[in-house]
Every structure is written in structure tokens, then in C-alpha cells.
């Protein structure tokens, strides 16, 4: 599950507990109606800040759910409607109205990695915790949708390369280098600080959140095609 608070401008989104923070149906529909929360009190200067709990960030797709249909085809349906159900969270960070911070405090894989390059910038922790991509070596390809975050949100080959085509566990420096994360931290409470101070310095900008939706949505188009989201114009109300 997941636990929501706000501090100021800030919204603090945290998968809680010890566990996985595998994204099965529940969790994923806990965090949408966070994320429905947030923009229902979104105003001018507003932030998000998604964190989780624990050794992991979120480890991906919940496969033992999806094993526990009982059969086969059971769990392969149960795994392409997680597929589905995660595509319009993913829509709803690329269109919240707010810049948006993931700070990976634990391990962020397959899905997981995906729900944090949603965000707009990404803080890591350097003692724990990798980005890795299992597809390749679960045998799974990629749904559209994560094929169109990689091209949009990391634009080193290489970084693609390796994380896609070598299945590599990355570490925080590594993906610094990589430009797939802003900044690396000595521990977890230092990675979820960094992000704070980012946020109160955006925050402080007090930009109107749906022109920053628009504009962010424009730098993806790819994405955005795929996710169903549609431009809007957005001018000043005072000419």
C-alpha cells in the first residue's frame, strides 16, 4: 500500500512496509488515487515526492500474484492486466500538473525502474539498491509504453544498451554517469532529504501546474501518443 502526506507544498507519496512494493492491482490502484489526491489539491508551487519504504523502491510487476491464478494462462492474463492497469499511471505522472521527484531508497527493477523515470528528476542512494531491467532474463519483451519511456526519459544509447540489452544491475554513481538519475546520496534518509530541498527549491517557483503539464507533455510526444494524452494550449490570463 501506500500512505500520503502533505508538508507545505510538498506531497509525500511513500509505498509503505517492509515488503517488495510489487505493483499488482492494489498497489497500483492505491497509488493512482494518491495521484488523484494530489491533483484535486494541487495549486501553484505544488510538488510530489515518491519514495518507498524498505529495502526496495519496488521491485516490478508482483509475479506471485500473477502465479497464483492457478494456471498458465491464468497467470499470463494476470500479468498482461497488470501491464494495462499500470499504463494510465504512468499517464497520470506524465500529466500531473507539478514537477515530480522519485527518491530510490531501495532497489528499483523492471516495473519499479519505470515508475520512478516516470518522474521528472530522480534522487538514488549509493549504499543500497540497483536499476535493473529483469526482462531478458525472465524471457519477456517490453510493452510499448516502457519501450517509449526508455527512447523519451534516457537518452544515452549506451545506458539504454545496458540496462535493456545486458540485463545490467546499475548502481547509483553508474546511472549518475549515465544521466539516468540527478544526484546520488550516501544513505536512504539522505536520498528522501535531497529530494526535499529540490522540491521546497522548485516549490518556491510557484509555476502554474498546468502549463508545466503541457510543456513536459510536449517534450515527449512518442510517449505521449502512446498513453493517449492529448496537447492543450495554455495561455497567460493576463495578456
Known sequence: M?????????????????????LNPTLIASIRWALA??????????????SGQGKFFSNGFDLRYAQAAGSVQGAKDRLMNMVEIFKPLVADLISLPMPTIAAITGHAAAAG???AVSHDYITMRSDK????????DI??????????????????????????????????EEAAGMGIIDSVHSNGMETLE??????????????????????????????????????????????
Open 37 to 50: 489526491e494530489v491533483k484535486s489539491q494541487a495549486t501553484k508551487g505544488s510538488v510530489l515526492i515518491t
Open 139 to 172: 524471457g519477456m519483451t517490453l510493452p510499448d509504453y516502457f519501450n517509449a519511456i526508455f527512447r523519451s526519459k534516457i537518452g544515452s544509447p549506451s545506458a539504454r544498451r545496458a540496462l535493456l540489452l545486458r540485463a545490467s544491475k546499475v548502481r547509483a
Open 2 to 22: 501506500c500512505t500520503l502526506e502533505k508538508r507545505g507544498n510538498i506531497f509525500l507519496l511513500t509505498l509503505t512496509g517492509d515488503d517488495e512494493h510489487r
Open 129 to 136: 539498491g540497483v536499476l535493473y531491467m529483469s526482462e531478458l
Open 113 to 115: 525502474l519505470m515508475l
Open 194 to 239: 535531497a529530494a526535499v530541498r529540490l522540491g521546497e527549491d522548485l516549490s518556491k517557483k510557484k509555476w502554474e501546474g498546468k502549463v508545466y503539464a503541457e510543456i513536459r507533455k510536449s517534450l515527449y510526444p512518442e510517449l505521449c501518443g502512446i498513453l493517449g494524452l492529448k496537447d492543450e494550449k495554455v495561455l497567460p490570463s493576463r495578456l
